[in-house]
C-alpha cells in the first residue's frame, strides 16, 4: 500500500471514528434530556402520618402491600361523603373474604371537628374496613396537596361552617402508586372486579 493511501485510510478511519463519537454524544446527551419513562410528572399521593379513628397512627408504609381506595371528606357533609362511603361499603361487602386485601382511606378535610372520636362514632354506620384518618391541619392539608385535593371552608348563613372539597376517589396499588380515579358510576361488580386486578 502506497503511503498516499495510508494516510487517506487513515484520514477516512479517523473521520468514522469522530462520527461515531458524536452519535455517541448524541445519544448520550438526548438520553439525559429527556425524562425516563414512567416519571411521575403527575404524581398524586405519597407519602403520610395520620392518626384513625381508634387514635392509631396510621402511615402509607401500613398500607404497602394492599391496594387501597382513598377519598377526602368530613363527616357533616350532607349528601356526597355519606354517599359515597355507602357505595364503598357495598363494595367492601361484596369483596367478601377480599375485603381484608384491600384498604379504603376516608381522610377529613374538616380536621377541627372530625376528631378520632367523631370519626369512629360516624364510621359505625359504615363497613368496618374503613379507616377514617385526621391530624393537625397542617398535616392533613399536605396530604391533601399530595392528593391534589382542593378544600375550603365556606360559612353558612345561619352559622357555622361547611366544606367544600374534591370528591373523587382514588385507587392506589400495592405499592401505594396511583392508578386511576375509582369511578362509583358503574355496578358493585364491575368495581369489585375492579379492585380484584390489583390484589
Ligand atoms: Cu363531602
Redesign the pocket.
Known sequence: MSPAKIRILLVLSAFLAGLVLCFAVVLLVNGRVSPPTGAPTAAIGGPFRLTDQNGSAVTDEDLKGRPFLVFF??TN?P???PT?LFEVSEIFRKLGPDADRVGALFITVDPERDTPAALKDYLSSFDPHLSGLTGDPVAVAAVAKAYRVYFKKVPLDQGGYT?D?T?IVYLMDKQGRFVSPFSLKRTTEASVADLRKHL
Do not use: K, N, Q, R
Request: hydrophobic share 40%; net charge negative.
Open positions: 371528606g368530613f357533609c349528601d356526597i361523603c359515597t366544606m372539597h370528591a
